[in-house]
């Protein structure tokens, strides 16, 4: 068992930047892969960017690609997402989440979630 509580969400203008922080809890952090995933009203809940336990390895939704920037500190046991170039597009609840599997990019493969933090981008 792992709990993941966000933080850092918050109302920009277009053009900003925000910093999410995913805090971990329980079993021990590195012992899983994470990812981040965000959901707009009205849409299904999609992939943000992703990680391996190490951090060696990271990937990216091509939406976000260039201008979010994935990563953790295991011994912090958190993992950030840096977002720059904010576009009002980008508006949703994101959502931290972690995974026993190595790496993994669908919903289905997380068992873990936190509760999300709202980010809102104006024009």
């Known amino acids: 068992q792992v709990q993941l509580v966000e933080s850092g969400g918050g109302l920009v203008q277009a053009g900003g930047s925000l910093r999410l922080d995913c805090a971990a809890s329980?079993?021990?952090?590195?012992?899983?892969?994470m990812g981040w995933f965000r959901q707009a009203p009205g849409k299904e809940r999609e992939f943000v960017a992703a990680?391996?336990?190490?951090?060696?390895?990271?990937y990216y939704a091509d939406s976000v690609k260039g201008r979010f920037t994935i990563s953790r500190d295991n011994a912090k046991n958190t993992m950030y997402l840096q977002m720059n170039s904010l576009k009002p597009e980008d508006t949703a609840v994101y959502y931290c989440?972690?995974?026993?599997?190595?790496?993994?990019?669908?919903?289905?493969?997380?068992?873990?979630w936190g509760q999300g933090t709202q980010v809102t981008v104006s024009s």
């Open positions: 989440a972690a995974t026993a599997a190595i790496f993994a990019t669908t919903p289905q493969s997380y068992p873990y």
């Open positions: 329980g079993r021990t952090f590195n012992s899983f892969a």
């Open positions: 990680l391996t336990r190490s951090g060696g390895s990271t």
